[in-house]
């Protein structure tokens, strides 16, 4: 029998040898695109029997819906899965409000550890103030200890405080920038904290920017396309109305407004969340507004344009791009059209040139090669949508 020094020195060895544990934080990054179905947060507002909370599902999903925002009951976490969906906790919720019964969202939050169906813990999509920092820093410090397998998410109407938030593996904004404006300073400030934190960003917002059923499509879709190569992971929508009837859970108006901008999305979501948050974002110059109109060339006020020396070029098309690298550390560029109205024919070159290109197939779900012509790569950028490029060089 082994000496109790050998067995010792055994030990130590197979010790050093086993792989450390995995990083909790790296346990609760999500792994899906988030495309929210919600009626509002902060209370129960959907169906509470099986059969017609089934059919909503079902209906959401053909939807392009990824994941449903609600308060969990354990029949919904198996309608959820049987349609493959995710469940998005809602932790302001009466029956387990992360502090108002905490006792009984502890019990929930430890019950769901390593639960595949959840999503993720809601735990604010409001106002944050000076005064209510350390509040969601306690919430978000709690969830984390009570169930440290899956996201925690805050969010707020402004970007000013939610840095000051410590603990979301996941945050949130929203400033509905057709109406209000501050589309790209919020999201350069929601790109550096993502970069700072290390943690990926929503974004919830308006479903009805423009005129349900005619260019509000354009308009929604603007606003997460132009988002995405930012490093956006996912999206709420700010209710309006209800997005499925009710009553006969087909989709309303609305409903069909939403179906048809989630699908530009949902298309590309898995390769969204294989990279991280974006280097860098450019911007060629524009000759055409937002709203189609014309406008003097130039790069938009708070964008900045692709650099001179730069290795790549964009010779031809009014786009956004995102700068991303994946686990392979390939170059991945996300482009967004500058227009909601009409598609870009764009013109990528490389200067220094590129061993192989390829760009993402939205409908065969799959990357495909991308043959130069001449010395350019050329692709369309649909009117309100994203196309990916990914590159060896």
Not at 71 to 88: M, N, Q, S, T
Not at 233 to 245: C, F, M, Q, T
Not at 315 to 326: C, I, K, M, R
Not at 356 to 383: H, M, N, T
Request: glycine share 8%.
């Amino acid at each position: 029998m082994p000496s109790p020094g050998l067995r010792l020195a055994a030990a130590l060895t197979l010790l050093a040898a086993a792989p450390a544990p995995a990083d909790d934080a790296a346990k609760r990054r999500p792994t899906t695109f988030a495309v929210v179905y919600n009626q509002g947060y902060a209370g129960d507002h959907l169906p509470a029997e099986p059969e017609p909370f089934e059919k909503l599902v079902a209906a959401a999903k053909a939807a392009h819906f990824t994941v449903i925002l609600c308060p969990y009951e354990p029949w919904r976490a198996d309608v959820c899965k049987k349609h493959g969906v995710k469940l998005f906790v809602d932790l302001v919720a009466p029956k387990h409000h992360v502090y108002k019964a905490p006792d009984e969202a502890k019990k929930l939050c430890e019950s769901l550890k390593g639960n595949e169906v959840v999503y993720g813990y809601h735990l604010w999509s409001d106002n944050i103030t000076d005064a209510t920092v350390a509040g969601r820093t306690r919430d978000a410090k709690n969830v984390r200890e009570w169930d440290p397998t899956h996201p925690v998410y805050v969010g707020t109407t402004a970007m000013n405080r939610i840095g000051r938030v410590e603990g979301p593996d996941v945050f949130g904004y929203y400033d509905f920038h057709w109406k209000r404006g501050g589309h790209w300073e919020h999201l350069t400030k929601a790109r550096g904290l993502a970069e700072a934190k290390k943690v990926p960003f929503l974004r919830y917002d308006d479903a009805t920017s423009g005129i349900v059923g005619k260019g509000n499509v354009n308009r929604v879709g603007y606003t997460f396309a132009t988002s995405v190569p930012f490093g956006l992971k996912g999206y709420l929508y700010h209710y309006a109305g209800p997005v499925i009837d009710p009553k006969t859970f087909a989709l309303t108006p609305l409903g069909e407004d939403v179906k048809k901008v989630n699908a530009r999305f949902a298309a590309v979501g898995d390769e969204l969340m294989k990279v991280g948050v974006s280097s860098a974002v450019y911007s060629t110059p524009i000759t055409k507004s937002a709203k189609n109109d014309p406008v003097p060339a130039g790069v938009p006020a708070g964008l900045t344009a692709v650099p001179a020396d730069h290795w790549f070029r964009v010779a031809a098309g009014e786009v956004l791009v995102g700068q991303f690298a994946d686990a392979e550390k390939r170059d991945v560029l996300v482009f967004a059209n500058h227009n909601p109205y009409e598609s870009q024919a764009v013109r990528l070159e490389v200067p220094g040139g590129a061993k192989s290109a390829e760009v993402f197939d939205r409908a065969a779900r799959k990357w495909a090669p991308l043959k130069p012509d001449g010395k350019a790569f050329k692709f369309q950028v649909e009117d309100y949508g994203v196309e990916l490029v990914r590159l060896v060089r």
